[in-house]
């Protein structure tokens, strides 16, 4: 599984931006994909995830109400919806795909390159 994420960019504190994870491979529509950032000075955390069908989703406390995640599995594509974004949402974020649906980066197996987002106060 080859994962491509793009859409970053920089923004205003208030505005939007939508992040996508392209994937490449079949099996991707069998597994979970997360969002995970990684601001500068700090380690990796999680930010949101959704399960292979897309029925279950999971977010981190501090972007609940704000991000939202989908996928597509017909286009292999996932989604990262963020809106009312914060300067503290500054970071590299990155998606990542694996067989089990979780918050860890560590049941992650396939990462794409990251794609900076940058929110201006």
């Known amino acids: 599984v080859q994962l491509q994420a793009s859409g970053g960019g920089l923004v205003q504190a208030g505005g939007s931006l939508r992040l996508s994870c392209a994937a490449s491979g079949r099996i991707f529509s069998s597994y979970a994909t997360g969002w995970f950032r990684q601001a500068p000075g700090k380690e990796r955390e999680f930010v949101a995830a959704i399960n292979w069908s897309g029925i279950n989703t999971d977010y981190t406390d501090s972007v609940k109400g704000r991000f939202t995640i989908a996928r597509d599995n017909a286009k292999h594509m996932v989604i990262l919806q963020m809106n009312s974004l914060k300067p503290e949402d500054t970071a590299v974020y990155y998606c990542?795909?694996?067989?089990?649906?979780?918050?860890?980066?560590?049941?992650?197996?396939?990462w794409g390159q990251g794609t900076l987002v940058t929110v201006s106060s």
């Open positions: 990542a795909a694996g067989p089990q649906y979780s918050a860890e980066v560590t049941t992650y197996a396939y």
